[in-house]
């Protein structure tokens, strides 16, 4: 009996971190949206993870609060429904569950390489340089999405990118309506 329990552990454990190398592998370039199962139940886990590294992220910036959180939810599942809208108009629907949860595990993957890179580098760097390094991090999301995007609507991966930042584009506009005071200094 505990052998039988020990084997679907190790098989639970190999699965994530399959699923973890294959998101690793969507954010350097290397693997698209159609390494990802097509499974209902692997997008509303890829959801909880994205909304839990989105949570983190937030806690763990002590100039972002909840308010932060809620607003930066609301302006990401506007992108999503963006790359949905993008998705269906180019004829390419059934593609769009791998999609979905390639962009929010994706998603998830950066937002906690941000705050460990966040974490361990700001007591061996300067803060400035700290703050470079995670910006870039962040931003690395735009070519990752244009990538996945321009993988499952079959077109050259420019053609993603320019969607990409048209969407982050979108999305800083709703942040924007939603919190006006967000690009005012304090």
Not at 165 to 186: C, E, H, K, N, R
């Amino acid at each position: 009996m505990r052998a039988s329990t020990d084997r679907k552990q190790g098989t639970g454990l190999r699965i994530v971190l399959a699923l973890t190398q294959t998101l690793f592998d969507i954010i350097r370039l290397r693997k698209g949206p159609d390494a990802i199962p097509y499974s209902p139940v692997l997008f509303a886990l890829m959801f909880a993870a994205w909304l839990v590294a989105g949570f983190i992220m937030t806690a763990s910036t002590p100039e972002m609060d909840a308010r932060d959180f809620a607003i930066g939810t609301i302006s990401g599942i506007a992108g999503l429904v963006c790359y949905s809208a993008i998705i269906l108009l180019a004829g390419k629907g059934p593609r769009l569950l791998q999609a979905a949860t390639a962009l929010l595990g994706c998603g998830a993957m950066l937002s906690v390489i941000f705050v460990v890179a966040n974490a361990s580098m700001t007591p061996l760097l300067a803060a400035g340089t700290t703050n470079l390094i995670v910006t870039l991090i962040l931003l690395w999301s735009v070519p990752v999405e244009g990538h996945i995007i321009s993988r499952t609507i079959d077109r050259h991966w420019y053609v993603g990118v320019m969607i990409a930042m048209a969407v982050f584009v979108f999305q800083l506009v709703v942040y924007s309506l939603i919190d006006p005071a967000a690009g005012t200094a304090s």
